[in-house]
DNA sequence: ATACAGGTTCAAGTCGACTTGAGGTCAAGG
DNA sequence: CCTTGACCTCAAGTCGACTTGAACCTGTAT
């Protein structure tokens, strides 16, 4: 496949495919001429990295966890990686239904309001610092 | 409370929370010569911006979402971000099955280990184009 | 009165993940 | 053979969320 064929089977521009050859998250089978090259499983990979992405992972992360460096990939990275996850997914869950309350709650103030407190509070538990920094789902994006 | 108070309850460093105030998220009360007032349900707001930082949401969704600006907040805005959560939920939770699989499976290539193939295609359903672009959750932080 | 710890402003820098632009190459079609 | 359009490289720009640095005040303790 050539890259032109990528960009539609995946729906990625062609400057992230390259970008992401250029970290070795991909690559190319070889060139024709100028041009790149690429196997079909490249869509695989892709839509992993799509996956990692979702969820939250960068792609030095991404990478580390899928493209075995060393004799095999790294198990214990991926659990506690799992584990990270899993307390974001806490973390998302109690958002939203902070959120949901919210839109439900007739409260001027949210604050004045216990359940939503409540929900906020256990939200807080067990992750009293903070350093996610997880950023938006925006962009101007066609979708 | 002067910044350095909100800076131990918080955890928060001094020049982030000069940046949220000036972003509209929080505000203080007054000056004491130059130095700024806070009013301890700061507290209560920094909370919550964190709660919806560790979400996934911006600032400016933060923003939009708790301060409203104009009779009441906007409870369409507060349901369809509990939506796009539920999603993202999804997918958290299929990028966790993936990888606590891939870390128990002996599959060398986790390409062709059909059971990880399900997992990744599970999440991809509903959400063919990709657009989120979620940062990672990673930081030097001391914790 | 003086020192100084701890504030303050404002501009600029950083980081990750891309995107954009300028300028160059090349394979295929007419 | 020549044009054209798809592809290439490399440098620089962008965006959000902060951080850092320089230069400057000021309340409080000695």
Redesign the interface.
Known sequence: MDIADVVKAS??PASTLRYYEEKGLISSTGRKGLRRTFHP?VL??L??I?????????L??IGA??TPKGP??D?EL??S??D???E??K??????N???H???CPA?D??ECPKF?RL??A??KG?????????????K?K?
């Open positions: 729906g990625l499983s695989q990979q839509a992993l799509s996956l990692g992405r979702g969820a939250g992972l960068s030095d992360e966890m899928f095999d990939i198990r991926l659990l990686k799992a990270e996850l899993d974001q997914i973390q998302l869950t109690a958002m939203r902070g959120l949901r919210a839109a439900a001027p949210h604050f407190l906020v509070r939200a807080e992750k009293l610092r903070i350093q996610p920094q997880t950023a938006a789902l925006t962009r994006g979708a």
